[in-house]
């Protein structure tokens, strides 16, 4: 069984920063694709930013030049830094990532979410 657990979300004023953590524990090959979402109220999920096995990055272009996202391969987990964080970032943040569990067998986890609320 995968799990991941995310850490770090909370309350923060504009302009401040956060860091969150997610790590993948359980039994499997390899974390091909890591990264996070996050969903605002009445809004659908969205990708916040993405790093793949290679290193390749992917950042949603609100979050340009603000956040970093850097995984950590020994530890399985992956760390997204916000900078200069604005209201309309506040949402749920959700871990995703896909795994190499045997073979060329590789399955889509989610993690449990953490808020983060940025006050004006």
């Known amino acids: 069984q995968v799990q991941l657990v995310e850490s770090g979300g909370g309350l923060v004023q504009a302009g401040g920063s956060l860091r969150l953590s997610c790590e993948a524990s359980g039994r499997f090959l390899s974390i091909k694709t890591i990264g996070w979402y996050r969903q605002a109220p009445g809004k659908e999920r969205e990708l916040v930013a993405g790093?793949?096995?290679?290193?390749?990055?992917n950042y949603e272009d609100s979050v340009k030049g603000r956040f970093t996202i850097s995984r950590d391969n020994a530890k399985n987990t992956v760390f997204l830094q916000m900078n200069s964080l604005k209201p309309e970032d506040t949402a749920v943040y959700y871990c995703?990532?896909?795994?190499?569990?045997?073979?060329?067998?590789?399955?889509?986890?989610w993690g449990q979410g953490t808020q983060v609320t940025v006050s004006s």
């Open positions: 995703n990532a896909r795994i190499a569990i045997f073979g060329s067998l590789s399955v889509d986890y």
């Open positions: 790093i793949s096995d290679g290193g390749s990055l």
